[in-house]
Every structure is written in C-alpha cells, then in structure tokens.
C-alpha cells in the first residue's frame, strides 16, 4: 500500500464524533486554569492578588512548552516500567492519525489534552506558596517538579507498561497523578519555605469571595472535559462520567455545609465553594467506573474528612496558605481508595469490581497506589526543592512581604490606590524602606528568609 493510502486508512479510523468530543474537553480542561486563578485569587489578600493568579497561568505556559518537548514522551512513550523513553522528543510522529492509547482520535489531540493536566496539577500546589515564594523559583521548581515527578507518576498509571497500572490500578482521570501528588507536594513546600510572616499574628481573610465563587464555577465546569474527556470519546462511559462528576460535586458541597453548619451554625459561600472542589477531586479517579450513586456517597464520604484536615491544620504551625492539602491531598486519597470500594464493571467493563462488589483486593491496590505516590512525590520534592534553592532564592524577603509581593515581584498592583500598610498602619511602597520589629528580623536566624 503506498503512503498516500496509508494515510487515507489512518484517518478513517478517526472517528469524527470522538474528536469533536475531545477537542471540546481539551479546551474546557483549559478554562480551569483561570478558573483557577480566579479560586485562589480571591481567596488571598488583595496585595498578592495577581501573584496569586499568575502562579497558575505561568505554569500553564513553561508546562506547556516542557509537555512539548519532553514531557509527553516521558509520560507516555514506551520505556520502562517506570518512566517513558524520548520516542516522542519534541512529539515527534504525533500526528493525525491514531495513536497507541486512543485509536479513534487523531494521536497529536491525545498529546494536547494530556498536557492540560500536566500544566494545572503544577499550577494546584501553588496555593501552598502564595503570598512567599518567589516567582521564578516557583516556574523552576514547576518545570522540574513536572518532569521528574507528574511524567513518571504518569507513565506509572496511564502509560504503556507503567507499573501501577500493570499492578491494575485504577485512576480515570487523575487523583494520583494530578491531586494526590500536588497536595502533597503542598504540604512539603509550606513546611519547606515556612509560614509567611503575617501567619497566627493576625487574620489573613479572602479579599475577594466572590472571585472564588467565581473561580469555583469555572472548575466546575472545566471539570466536565477534565473527567468526562478522560473517557477519550463520546460513548456512555463518558456520559456516565459526566453525571458522577457533577454528583460528586454537589454531594461535596452538601456535605462541607453540613459540617459547617454543625460546627458553627452557619453556611458561608467559601466553604460552598471548597466543597465544590473538594467533591469534584474526590471523584475524579472514579468518574468513569461508578455509579451516580457511588459518586454521591464519595462526595459526601470525602467533604468532613477535608473539612477535619482542613481545621486539623489550622490549630497547626503548618502554613499551607489555602489549604492545598487537606482539599487535593485528602479528597484525592479518599477518592482514590473509595473508587476501589464502588468500582464496578457494569459501568465500564474495563474498569473492575471494587469491594462492594466482591473485589476487597481492588482496594488494597489502590492503597499500594496512593501510599506509593505520597512517598514518591514527598522525596522528589524535598530534592527539588533544594535544587531550587543551590540556584536562587526560593522565598522573598521580609519587606516584600509587607509591601505585598504583587509589587515586589511584579512591579504591579491588583488595585492602585490600595491601602497597602505595614504595621504601623503607613502607607509603605517599594522605594521606601520597611522598618520591622526585632521579632520579625529573627524568624529565620539562619538567613533562611531570603532562601
């Protein structure tokens, strides 16, 4: 057969619907990314504001260039057990047609959508940092954490050969690789980079709670290509994933309002919010193999086990400003193991049975699973992060602190005319000097603040 007749066969393998249906969850995976932005943007201070929200755009940017590059090819090029080869350097041969993990879509599409996961589990772990570490130390440790971390984690359950998903772990659309791995890389760089200054001496409120709600819709709905995409074409496991996604989220919010409520007698709209999230991570390695019913119960299940790490890390010295961990960390481990107990083959004959169905040994895999993540991702952080640190400075000064670090990183404002102070109540900008009370100067005494 020539090559023009070759490729006209390769093409139609590729089915029109499928990739109309991926292309649609690849740009809705996307507006995550603002959505975001927008979440943890008003959940800061307005001084941090836009730090804050270009955190989560600029991973999006070197991630996208590093996924190019390498980052796809490690993830899913063939290799070894646990990491994948260069065969697919600078995608190379990812073209139209079909490829080895989704024939029915063009193999360049697959790469597309893969790769806004790789640029917004980075851009998660960035609410751990906001408001302390600097930019660029920030984007580095992003681009390294992604290829020595996220690509490996990926090939381990997705790729080709990877060893957890020969061990027959099940992660539809990544709560292991995306939230488990991000919360706890979260939690590893707050107690690395240790508390801003302002923490346990006064309240750090949101600034902006309707940019939350804001921020907390756009999930939402991103969320639908993120899990509902993740069946890689339009068939009914995508439109089951689709209904647990949005069940898991709702049974989220019910269930962090009843904790509210029961602990404080009210409701608020952050905590809506939270629970929105917190439901919509629970699910996620579920969506494609449970029930709506299954999606309820996880949902409800993983809201107070968030809400308790949440309040747990509050009476803490642990500075995971929004809380990073106790929402992607937690709510990803209680997905992960509870897919193991409502996994069921009548949603998706490739998925298998979990526990209540007969199947107990589907939940001890996924225990391997998410205890081998953790481990994984905690080490290679700390290693990371002292890369970082051999480089540049990973953490602002104390004064850029109290001017707000959307100025002294950015030269920018959120809101000019802000009242901006330190704590003597004045005005203070970035040509002036910041006088600090002892206390302030001795956080670190190692010098450690600028590092």
Request: charge should be positive; charged fraction near 15%.
């Given at each position: 057969m020539t090559p023009l007749l070759l490729s006209q066969a390769a093409e139609a393998s590729i089915s029109a619907g499928d990739t109309a249906w991926v292309l649609v969850s690849t740009a809705?995976?996307?507006?995550?990314?603002?959505?975001l932005a927008f979440f943890y943007g008003g959940l800061v201070r307005g001084k941090s504001a836009l730090n804050t929200m270009l955190m989560s755009i600029g991973a999006l940017a070197v991630i996208t260039v590093q996924w190019v590059l390498v980052g796809y090819s490690l993830a899913f090029g063939e290799g070894t057990r646990w990491i994948g080869d260069f065969s697919f350097f600078g995608l190379m041969g990812v073209g139209a047609e079909g490829g080895p993990y989704a024939s029915g879509i063009p193999h360049v599409l697959f790469a597309a959508f893969q790769g806004m996961f790789a640029g917004i589990a980075v851009a998660l772990f960035s609410g751990a940092v906001v408001e302390r570490m600097r930019f660029t130390a920030y984007l580095l440790f992003g681009v390294l954490w992604s290829t020595f971390v996220y690509d490996p984690l990926a090939h381990w359950v997705w790729g080709e050969g990877g060893w957890l998903r020969e061990l027959g772990a099940l992660d539809f659309a990544g709560g292991t690789v995306v939230h488990i791995s991000a919360g706890v890389t979260a939690l590893v760089l707050?107690?690395?980079?240790?508390?801003?200054r302002d923490f346990?001496?006064?309240?750090?409120v949101p600034h902006n709670v309707p940019f939350t709600l804001l921020g907390a819709g756009l999930l939402w709905f991103g969320w639908f290509g993120f899990n509902a995409g993740s069946a890689l074409g339009a068939s009914g496991v995508a439109a089951n994933a689709l209904l647990t996604t949005h069940a898991g989220a709702a049974a989220g919010i019910v269930g962090w309002l009843v904790c509210e409520i029961w602990r404080s007698g009210r409701a608020t709209a952050v905590g809506?919010?939270?629970?929105?999230v917190v439901g919509l991570v629970a699910i996620t390695p579920a969506a494609g193999f449970v029930t709506p019913l299954g999606a309820l119960?996880?949902?409800?299940?993983?809201?107070p086990l968030s809400f308790l790490a949440l309040h747990?890390?509050?009476k803490s010295q642990l500075d995971d400003t929004l809380d990073v961990f106790a929402c992607h960390g937690v709510a990803g481990i209680s997905g992960a193991l509870l897919t193991g107990v409502f996994a069921t083959t009548t949603v998706n004959p490739d998925g298998a049975n979990g526990a209540l169905y007969g199947?107990?040994?589907l939940l001890w895999v996924q225990a391997v699973a998410v205890v081998a993540t953790m481990l994984f991702a905690a080490a290679a952080s700390v290693a990371i992060l002292a890369i970082v640190r051999a480089i540049m400075p990973a953490r602002v000064p104390v004064s850029a602190e109290v001017v707000g670090i959307d100025l002294s990183e950015h030269g920018e404002e959120a809101y000019h005319g802000s009242d901006l102070s330190d704590l003597t109540g004045k005005r203070v900008s970035l040509g002036e000097p910041v006088l600090l009370p002892a206390r302030?100067?001795?956080?670190?005494p190692s010098g450690a603040l600028g590092r």
């Open positions: 809705l995976v996307l507006v995550m990314v603002p959505g707050a107690r690395q980079l240790g508390p801003r346990g001496r006064m309240a750090t809506a919010a939270t629970g929105a119960a996880i949902g409800a299940l993983s809201a747990a890390r509050a199947n107990v040994g302030d100067l001795a956080l670190e």
